[in-house]
């Protein structure tokens, strides 16, 4: 067990809805990242916050949104859903935000749009 | 831009013998590296990274890795497989220079035989 959790484990949605999936970082890390895992994508970095603030972005959609809490938790909000964002998406977390961290990954969320 | 290769989508070893799975990496300047594992339906789990030092790495499982600079390399090696140690494994690159994010290969399926 990393330490990261995220909620839920499993969504089911139709197309054109919106969705937040959650995560809480190991206890102390100060830095989140989001990634989404697809078969024909593979592993992709979606972003990153610091701290509460927004550190780095990858290849994130204009439809996909998140943010960092004081406490430090993290949210990602998908919205218009389409049938190839249907994917596992995973939050990570480290200590801070040095290129030497270790990322923690949690369990995922698995998104099937219908 | 950095970039990770994974060649072999798929490793068979027997139970017993050794095994390498295979990374190569590309950067401007130099590199820390990082594997990962996933086991079915879980997240990434971290073995193993290289940041500075001794080119053999030793980390979680039994797992080692050995950074050779002239060939962009960071092989995943193991003395002796497990069935236990079938998974999905991933390599993942951060340039030094500046901030840069983990990039991750396609990974690679070891499946151990007994």
């Known amino acids: 067990d990393s330490g990261v959790t995220q909620t839920p484990k499993h969504l089911i949605t139709a197309t054109g809805q919106r969705v937040t999936l959650r995560c809480s970082p190991r206890?102390?890390?100060?830095?989140v990242y989001w990634y989404q895992q697809s078969l024909d994508q593979g592993l992709q970095f979606l972003i990153q916050?610091?701290?509460?603030?927004?550190?780095a972005k990858g290849n994130i959609l204009e439809r996909f949104s998140a943010q960092q809490f004081p406490d430090l938790h993290s949210e990602l909000n998908l919205s218009s859903l389409e049938l190839g964002d249907s994917a596992l998406y995973f939050c990570?977390?480290?200590?801070?935000?040095?290129?030497?961290?270790?990322?923690?990954f949690g369990p995922g969320t698995r998104l099937t749009v219908l | 831009a950095q970039s990770v290769a994974q060649p072999e989508d798929q490793v068979n070893v027997a139970e017993g013998n050794p095994l390498t799975v295979k990374c190569t990496y590309s950067?401007?300047?130099?590199?820390?590296l990082f594997w990962y594992v996933q086991y079915p339906n879980r997240g990434l789990q971290f073995l193993l990274k290289?940041?500075?030092?001794?080119?053999l790495v030793k980390g979680s499982y039994g797992f080692e890795a050995e950074f050779n600079k002239s060939q962009t390399s960071f092989h995943l090696k193991k003395p002796s497989a497990l069935v236990s140690d079938s998974a999905l494994y991933f390599c993942?690159?951060?340039?030094?220079?500046?901030?840069?994010?983990?990039?991750f290969g396609k990974g690679t399926m070891l499946l151990v035989s007994p």
């Open positions: 290289y940041i500075t030092g001794d080119n």
């Open positions: 993942a690159v951060r340039d030094i220079r500046g901030y840069s994010t983990l990039t």
């Open positions: 916050y610091y701290n509460g603030e927004e550190r």
């Open positions: 990570a977390s480290s200590p801070y935000s040095g290129s030497t961290d270790t990322q923690y």
């Open positions: 950067v401007s300047g130099n590199p820390y």
């Open positions: 206890s102390g890390d100060l830095s």
